[in-house]
């Protein structure tokens, strides 16, 4: 039987729509907030309903694999020999919706307004997650209950507080989870319309530095002049780490970080892009800063940053208090391109902490996590079929463009399964995740089943 | 009638030694905690008791004067035509007792142990303050029921929560006021046995400088590289106020800054000092910093300071979280010596401020308050007559120190009467003010009568 093709599949959609939808909006009422325990039950809920979505879809060897904290789910269907296997991934919690009085409808009430869908989970990740299924589920059903390929899912309810659990399970399950590249669609389209395939993702590391001053809060008229201050020996150390321009200070820190190649700026410089309106209604600001030449697509995703997210120490109540502080903290993290080594970076960090922290004041550092950034060869069979297909779907040239943010599991899929991940993704800038009115466009959940089906297809061929 | 001599004086309190401490005992059991409206009460008491104290003593047109807050006590005593007229400040105010179970006695329940009094206020400043009316009803007994010199009292309620009442008082009664110094003694010797005079304090200049950077905050994986971050534009702000020497980099900053007089420092090296002891007893950190060349007590004394008491700003909570902060807040105080001017010092700092502030931040300074330095003429003839007396009293040279801190009646009375203060104070380094367990050595207290009953006598010759 000759595989389907894209026209095939949408009039599969098209007659399902209903359905498709009822289904997901069934998904997205279980409330499975992850990070709370009085919802635990909920969680377990969604994994069953997603492994009886599964299961309903034509998957094998469904099962819920129990955690330390929420169950993963694993199905697959590998009655394709000789052709390739995909590993989609995808993950069935949500963030928690507070602020609940900024919801318009509530938050695990999905609701259709102007073409979206508006609801918790929406986009991050259910309806993503949920396409994946479908997208087998309509080809299975074109093809007479066969698919053109092998895939296997594994579905997580643990990403929203960080993934412990699949962390622990993808290196101790590789046979099991061998393929030939992994399906994440938890990304977003440039811009409504413009097939993207992310192919680089940053890395992070993510740290915090103490420093101590005196044994104890110290009087500022009694010892002011003579004894260290922990706030502003940490902020002299802070300081050090960028010049004014914002290029870090670190010896070293920039060693391994490659050029992004001439296509890819390329292609960069062909998204549309106005500055002054990303000034104005994202950054909110007066100044795009960061290092001088390089544009916001070279500073956002292919440039390694430092950033400060927090800092604390001593007073900070309304009034005055005349007090030298003898501790300090500050939370900082560097997000990391490809082939910048975490280890190699976090040692070149301390070092320069020791060497530069000032007289008087003791620091340290704690790294709380260390992930390397990733870039994924364009030309990678199933990463140029994918292109194609996103192409073909929406009618424009696919865009290649990357991620500032890391996306952990990606990374795990490389280093552990030593396989490229296709990030593939539906979302629109704006659909608010983590926010109020989380939204996903309905016109999306359906153009990427039928888009991944048809790359389902197509790579199978 | 002649004026009675040191050892008639001490024979007066020596004869009256247990009802000089049963009275200050009964002064220090009332509460009188200025800043907590429950016991409003017990501050109004505090103050009868010390109006009392006056009369009994022989004051004049005694007076308990209320204002917004909390009483002043007025009192005076003006039959010395052609004498001079001291002005006798102190405050019957107390700071709260907490943490309560570090005392090992009631904080309110004086106790005698190893010879000093155990209690809030006991040295801050119910025993000192006192000692003031105690000095002159012994001349009064001593001399016939005569003073050889006017005496006027001003004794404050509020003065451990700002002297808001005072400030307003002073200026509109200068002439009600009016005298040729005042006496204070709110401050400690430099170390048990040494005559201590402090003839200089250092103003102060209290700010909040805020940063802006985003108009919220942004996720730094998305943004950062290309955003301004307002902990980092403060840190990089606060960073240049000073050198790795800690010498501040405000234009102008150091203009007005006099070096202390020879005889100054040479009074100072002859101070019994310990750097080492210094820095691990009091200071407890690896090294004292400042600017290099000026000894501990110059950088304390006799430079101005910038010190940030505190700073806040972004996520410091537990874990990680990657944002962009859009606010932050740094407390900075400088302190300031004589002869700088503090609206010349605030300009100075907020245009430095306005030219230094990151791209992209925008900041904002806000003064809370600002107090000049002050120094006293040490051959003023009450500060030489007072230097005379005490070396006599205690039996060894006076010393002249500074105070780091502020004290802001001081001001006043130089800025708005015009007279400069003695600032003869009986406590010790380690009396524990404002802690648990503060204490005033019995001795001192009994020496203070004598040393002050001793050098109003004299003053008068």
Redesign the interface.
Known sequence: MPNAGLSAIRGWVESNAQRLLDELFSLIRIPSISTLPEHKDDVARAAAFTADALRNAGMENVEIIPTDRHPLVYADWLHAPGKPTVLCYGHYDVQPPDPLELWETPPFEPTIRNGNIYARGAVDDKGQMYMHIKAVEALRALNGGTLPLNVKFLIEGEEEIGGASISKFVPANKERLRADVALVSDTSLYADGIPTLCIGL?G?V?MEIEAQ????D????????????A??GL??L???A?D?D?VIQIPGFYDAVQAPAAAEIESWNSLPFNEAEYLAA??????????PGRS?FE??WA?P?L??????????GA???????AK????V?V?LVPNQDPESIVAAIKQWVADNS?????TEVRV??ASPGLLVNPDHPAIAVAAEVFAESLGRKTVFVR????IPIVGEFAQQLGIPTVLMGFGLPDDGLHSPNEKYKLANYYQGISTIAHFLSRYGE
Do not use: C, D, M, W
Not at 213 to 216: K, L, M, S, T
Not at 218 to 229: D, E, F, R, T
């Open positions: 940053r992070l993510y001053g005196p044994a104890r110290l009087h500022s008229g009694l010892y002011g002049g003579a004894a260290p201050n706030v502003f902020v002299e802070l300081a050090k960028k004014a914002g994202e950054v909110g600001s007066t100044a795009i800063t960061g290092e916001v500073k956002t440039r940053t950033e400060v997210h927090g800092i604390g120490g001593g007073f900070t009034g005055s208090k005349t007090v030298i502080p300090a903290l500050a939370k993290s997000r000032p007289k008087g004041v003791q709380l996590g991620g500032g943010g890391s």
